[in-house]
């Protein structure tokens, strides 16, 4: 013992707590400012929802101390500081998205909120613009001009406390956190982890079953109110799959001419393909995307052998080649329309693809249909400008997300006076787009901080531990957050093909916010497990015996 | 509104402190175990060994990360950094344009007389609920044009935007979202707007005019029939079977959206042209004055004049023989024979020559579809102005593949020749300027006179205004000003067009005459007469110049030429006539 003088270093809680309290007190003028230019814009922000939101620095201030002071927590506290800031920042972006009158509304509601807030802005512009000739000449005299309306009296949202109680919002940040506590007090066993580690296998199969039979009685992708509960199955996916691999990297290893032996390679692919087969029938790509992503990733990190490196890029881009040269075959090899959409969208996004393109077709007549409009096919021209019209309309959120980050600029509009509600749904997969819109620049750079640290800190966390499959579970789950969060801002951005899926910690959403935390907890488990471990390892023998004087 | 801005930017900037004291903390701590110098190495197979490639997954999503900050920097500081990239195009069609200038109040506009009460475009209140008025109707919806929430806005609305949504106030900019717009004070005369669309919509028929004010061609009215209510807009259904005409136009040229002064439409884009018939003997002549060719005599005979290497002969409207005559006779009886003879005495390269001075395109070559940068524009964006008002390039043949006759026909505005009101208009007003110079039109009051070139000589446009003088004391316009001898003396030329246009049923759908191998539809044509009258008043010292076309009116002396005889009594009554002459005003060369 006395010759492993290791130290594991971590960052004081205390620094953290200061922290919570800095991105709080920031939240608090961010919901000032929301509140402040609703009233400009014409419409009443609530202050019951920003108090809630406030308010919920209470339960995580809670589980911090429970952490530091019940579980006497050695593990870092990064990863924790880092997710309630992109909770906190994302929860200011959806206060002002859906305290705007106009935002959620639809059909002529909408139109009937836009024109009222137009009202407000007016009148305010002829208090504050005209002079007094013109005053006159509308209203007869410059002090005839109607007052504006008291802030009580804009439209907007009325909550009782009742209401906002009862409301998801309230009740879902709060079972995440709870979510959260429970993963941690679990995980951070040894018994739990090796039974995981031990029954990985079964732990697949068991979660496959019923995923498969909700996925398969599920309406277009959504499940009783609109709700997505097997976001929640990732974990266990990702359970089983560090388990597996963490049994299997020696075999895996061993390699002839740089190819793993069959035997070993078998399970393994069986439970590398299990959560892709129910997300490609849920036709959920992005987390498809994300989990083939992070699999790759971690089998790569285990086994680290260099030519199978080569031959997995290899056969990446051969598929990729198969499938582009299957864009020019019309049935595509049985690959989604939408896939094809979502790559020629990321490609050419103000280019409308020909008529006739056999995964545009349909979308082209439905929209025409929905338009109620025939088309001359005796006419190129018309049916060009008709083509390009459904196309614009098919992109319209990818093109208003990238002109609203246009429009942001460095530092951006000011929250509440931008225009983030030309983006359809900007509260859940646009979210990026509202906050560059709103906050520029500078806003996106405090998000992508924010999720460095957490990457950093999570790698950190497996790099510390010392046992494999804790060591892939913390890379997993890192990885998990990390690429989601790329696939999702890289897809607002045309960095990558949009795939629909949410910004974790940040995007308005239920079972999706629970995931992530969840995942947080398990991280923070297994930090504090590593600090124990090395504490365990660092302490002086104990005499065995302390006479007592 | 600076007040939200500054709470954000504190926001943004507490938010962005804080993640980089976490980012420079985990910095520091970036390496979680403090290696030992006599740790061992690992042995085969343990799990430390993979701490080099987790360290290497750290630092690809670190450059993963970059990109996308890369990507963003992209889209904020790139991406619309130049005019004619894609996305700059497709940003035209952001949604949030329409959101900042209908949302709050844009500028208003108004006539040359600054009045509130004249305004083309303004705000009025309904019991406290405010929205954009324009008091002029469907009398000037072709300029001042329309704006709504969904569909967009054409016309002013569309050309000035930029210059209508630009925040007017200091003040208000600072207390208000979505500022006050400057207002813009264009050169119509309301009163003469509400004249001129009158006169027009009296004749029953299709017909457009374009009034200019000399010397910087200031348009003091501009008005095309049929027309339609801005209000027109707020009824979806209405609107779309309105720009569902205006998007075939050139089968269904009944639709209101098409501005017949320009040949455009309201909503911007599209070409419309006419045929100018007579009224095009001005530009020859003006041609022959400017080269000398002014003693030329040509007979025009019963059995018509047959170019060389054409079967076809040009005879005159009616059959009529005008003997042997020189061009001062010739212009004023506007004979098709002296013209057809003289334009090929004058030659192809001279006369196209003179056309490209006016800028028309040449040959069927010439791909430029409209007249950009033409419009003298100092308010608001040129593109934006060009985008609404550039009328098509007007058009001729002069190219090596046309014939004799072709050439023949086009002297005196048949054939090939393909011009705009606005066109002829501006013809008109290069032959009443004082210097024979081409001059580009303008909404601007008082702005600075853009000259775009010499068309001809001083003493060559003098010559012409005598020629279109006579037309109207003794020639084929002396009958429609006969009620204006001795009050005005005004100049001009009629013209008499004829031309092939779509035959409609009664529901206004062209009919069809048979479908083509080719699957296309093939319409059937019937003759229509379009009536014109270009001209200038006062003769001796011009300062309007003004073109009117009717379609299908006849003869340019039966329809056209007597709206033009009114439009000048309104004008006179309202003192545009009054002028010190054309040289009084400073000139200034431009490009």
Known sequence: MERIKARLTRTSPSLHLLLLFLIFGAAFVGYVAVIWSAELRGYAASTMVAARDLALVIPIIAVFLWLTRKQRYRGEMMMLTAAVFLFSFGLVIQFRLFSDPEYAARGAARARAREAKAQTVRLLNVETGYDDEKKTFMFGAPDRVPQLPEAGQLPGYKYSLADILSSANTYIPIVALLAMAACFRLFKDDRVLLWFQRHAMILGFATLVPFAIIVLSSDDGKFFKQTTPWEAVKILFLLSFAGVLADAYRHLRLTRWGLPPVRHLLPFIVIAVMPVLPFFALSDFGQMLVFLGVYVMLYVVAVRSKAQVAYAVALVSVLFVVFFGATKVTTGFGVPGRVYFRFYQWAHTWEAPPPETWWWKRDLDRYLQAKNLTLDVTSPNEIKQRNNEAWADKVLQQSQALFGVDEGGAVGEGLGLGFPETVPISDSDFIYAAIAEETGLAGGLAILLGLSVFVFAGTAVSISASDMFTKLLAAGITAFVGFQAIVNIGGVLRFLPMTGITLPFVSHGGWSLITSFSMLGVLLALSHRNAVARKALEAPPQPAFVPVR | ?591
């Open chain 2, 1 to 591: 509104m600076w007040v939200p801005v500054v709470l954000t930017l504190i926001f943004v900037l507490a938010g962005l402190l804080s993640m980089s004291l976490l980012a420079w903390a985990a910095w520091r701590h970036r390496n979680p175990v403090a290696k030992s110098e006599d740790e061992p190495e690992p042995k085969r197979f343990d799990p430390a060994e993979t701490n080099r490639w987790l360290r290497g997954l750290r630092v690809s999503f670190m450059l993963l990360i970059s990109a996308v900050l890369g990507f963003h920097s992209y889209w904020v500081f790139r991406a619309d950094s130049t005019n004619d990239s894609q996305f700059s195009k497709a940003k035209r069609l952001d949604a949030r344009y329409l959101r900042l200038s209908e949302s709050g109040l844009k500028g208003w506009v108004l006539d040359r007389s600054a009045k509130l009460e004249n305004a083309l475009i303004r705000y009025r209140s309904d019991a406290g609920v405010i929205t954009r008025e324009y008091p002029l109707g469907a009398a000037a919806v072709h300029v001042t044009g329309y704006s709504d929430f969904t569909f967009g806005s054409g016309g002013m609305e569309a050309a000035f935007r930029a210059w209508l949504t630009e925040p007017a106030s200091a003040y208000n900019q600072l207390a208000s979202p979505i500022p006050v717009g400057k207002d813009l004070r264009v050169s119509i005369d309301a009163r003469l707007q509400r004249e001129v669309f009158g006169l027009l919509q009296s004749t029953g028929k299709p017909s457009g005019a374009v009034l200019l004010m000399l010397p910087n061609n200031e348009v003091l009215a501009m008005a095309s029939t049929p027309s339609f209510e801005p209000t027109a807009i707020n009824d979806e259904s209405t609107w779309r079977r309105l720009s569902e005409q205006a998007e075939d136009f050139m089968t269904q040229p009944l639709s209101p959206l098409v501005n017949r002064a320009l040949g455009t439409l309201v909503t911007g884009g599209a070409a419309f042209y006419y045929r100018p018939g007579s009224t095009f003997k001005t530009f020859v002549a003006a041609a022959a004055l400017d080269l000398g060719i002014t003693g030329e005599t040509f007979t025009c005979r019963g059995e018509g004049f047959t170019p060389e290497g054409s079967n076809r002969s040009i005879r005159d409207f009616g059959g009529e023989v005008h003997g042997s005559i020189g061009l001062h006779e010739a212009f004023r009886l506007s004979c098709n024979q002296y013209f057809a003879q003289l334009g090929l005495k004058i030659g192809k390269q001279r006369l196209a020559n003179y056309a490209r001075r006016l800028r028309f395109a040449t040959s069927p070559e010439d791909k430029i579809a409209r007249e950009f940068d033409l419009w003298n524009v100092a308010h608001g964006e040129q593109d934006q102005f060009d985008y609404v008002f550039a009328s098509p390039v007007p058009r001729m043949n002069l190219s090596g593949k046309a014939s004799r006759f072709d050439v023949a026909l086009q002297s005196f505005g048949q054939g090939y020749d393909d011009m705009t009101v606005m066109s002829m208009a501006l013809l008109a007003s290069a032959a009443a300027s004082s210097d024979g110079s081409f001059v580009a039109p303008t909404f601007e009051v008082g702005a600075e006179r853009k000259v775009i070139g010499p068309f001809i000589s001083p003493q060559a446009a003098a010559q012409l205004r005598g020629l279109m003088r006579s037309v109207v004391e003794s020639g084929t316009a002396s009958g429609a000003f006969a009620s204006l001898a001795g009050r005005v003396a005004a100049a001009g030329k009629t013209g008499t067009a004829d031309r092939d246009v779509y035959k409609y049923d009664g529901k206004g759908d062209p009919i069809v005459d048979y479908v083509g191998e080719d699957g296309r539809k093939r319409y059937k044509f019937e003759n229509s007469t379009d009536s014109w009258f270009l001209g200038f008043a006062p003769a001796d010292n011009p300062q309007i110049a003004f073109a009117v076309i009717v379609e299908n009116g006849g003869q340019g002396a039966k329809a056209a030429a007597p709206i033009a005889a009114k439009l000048v009594v309104k004008a006179a009554s309202l003192g545009y006539l009054k002028g010190e002459g054309v040289t009084a005003t400073r000139l200034s060369e431009r490009r």
